[in-house]
């Protein structure tokens, strides 16, 4: 069944007819043909994707995104750890707040929304409290689209002999990185992200020797990691609570398609030309982006709305969507703007499409 129109979102996100078919089957999760044959690979071709160099392991999580960053962040730091965030936007600040409820003790470094974290800010916080066990960064801020330095971070972090925690939910799988040489212990993404699966769970991947360090510690028994990891680890890819059969199948089928596009690098070259693409043809329909170029990722980006008087963002999305384009409000707390994702089952041509789609919706020009 064809989609009646493009999620240009980060998340859910459009996806291939072959994975929505990939779920049209029931599952029984006491087999091994769910268990072995889908779940442990899985889990493998995570670890592969994110480094080949041993020492890593991973765990899938049912929920949200936002839940496998809860139960990361629950389930690592103890009593007497501290954190350390950089929030430049919605996803930092998430991390934030995610501590607060937790009561786990919270220190933040927030640039602004529109700006990178200064490293040496991150070094005098790190210098200046040594009682910091946990730093925390969001690699692809997408309130924004903003790509972070999280190199230059997660360095400073493990110079002063800190655990990375780093938010990859909306890159991982779509830009190319290396968690071990990066120096991360605990990466966090989602399924409906640029593996380009469905919603219904998150996946992390861990430095084994600092997951198993975390038994007990966590403050939740469904949000428990080291707990689900174990479970899986010992019962051949068994969960602990109802696994997301359909999910985890469509994701399993995502993962395969990945492999056939080429891998991350390839998917990593089209999100590029695509949003290189729709950066230049919206120039020259009129639109600003938010962020300098030298600062966008190739997952979102956001751009000034139009100043014009009649101008409403409801409208402008209405119209898009007739045309087959669904398109993201802004989410800047000092900037009126709306942001379009170029991740998915989306491609350049799509792209030239949007932007003819783009032209006949500015509704507030024939009204001048």
């Known amino acids: 069944m064809k989609n009646e129109y493009l999620l240009l979102t980060p998340g859910p996100l459009s996806t291939t007819a072959s994975v929505r078919e990939a779920m049209l089957k029931d599952w029984c999760t006491w087999d091994d043909e769910y268990n072995k044959d889908i779940v442990e690979v899985i889990r493998a071709k995570l670890v592969q ?44 600040a998430r991390i934030a707040q995610i501590a607060d409820y937790l009561n786990i003790t919270c220190d933040v470094i927030a640039p602004g929304e529109t700006a990178q974290p200064c490293i040496a800010e991150v070094e005098a916080k790190l210098i200046a409290d040594d009682s910091i066990t946990h730093v925390a960064i969001v690699h692809c801020e997408t309130t924004t689209g903003m790509l972070n330095p999280i190199d230059d971070v997660i360095k400073m972090a493990k110079q002063h002999g800190k655990i990375v925690i780093l938010d990859a939910m909306s890159s991982f799988g779509g830009i190319p ?18 593996i380009q699966g469905v919603p219904g769970f998150g996946f ?12 007990g510690l966590a403050r939740s028994l469904s949000l428990d990691l080291y707990d689900q990891w174990h479970c899986m680890e010992t019962n051949g890819g068994k969960w602990r609570f109802t ?25 990593h070259q089209r999100y590029q030309e695509n949003q290189t693409t729709l950066v230049a043809g ?34 402008f999305y209405n119209r898009l969507k007739e045309q087959g384009f669904v398109i993201y409000p802004g989410k800047v707390s000092n900037a009126d703007c709306f942001r379009i994702g170029n991740i998915g089952d989306v491609h350049p041509s799509d792209i030239q499409r949007l932007l003819v789609a783009m032209e006949t919706a500015k509704y507030w020009e024939l009204s001048a």
């Open 49 to 92: 994707l994110a480094t080949q160099q041993a020492g890593y392991t991973s765990v899938l999580m049912q929920g949200s995104g936002t839940a496998s960053v809860e139960a990361t962040i629950g389930s690592i730091i103890p009593a007497d750890g501290k954190l350390l965030v950089v929030d430049n936007g919605a996803y930092g």
């Open 177 to 194: 990185l290396d968690v071990a040489e990066l120096g991360v212990d605990f990466l966090i993404s989602s399924a409906n992200k640029c």
């Open 204 to 215: 992390v991947i861990a430095r084994q020797s600092e997951l198993e360090k975390c038994k």
């Open 243 to 267: 696994s997301p059969t359909h999910t985890v199948r469509a994701f399993y089928q995502a993962l395969l398609e990945l492999e056939e596009e080429g891998g991350i690098a390839a998917r």
């Open 282 to 315: 919206m120039a020259k329909l009129g639109f600003d982006t938010l962020l300098d170029a030298s600062l966008h990722s190739p997952i979102i980006t956001s751009f000034y709305s139009p100043t014009h008087s009649d101008y409403q963002f409801k409208e």
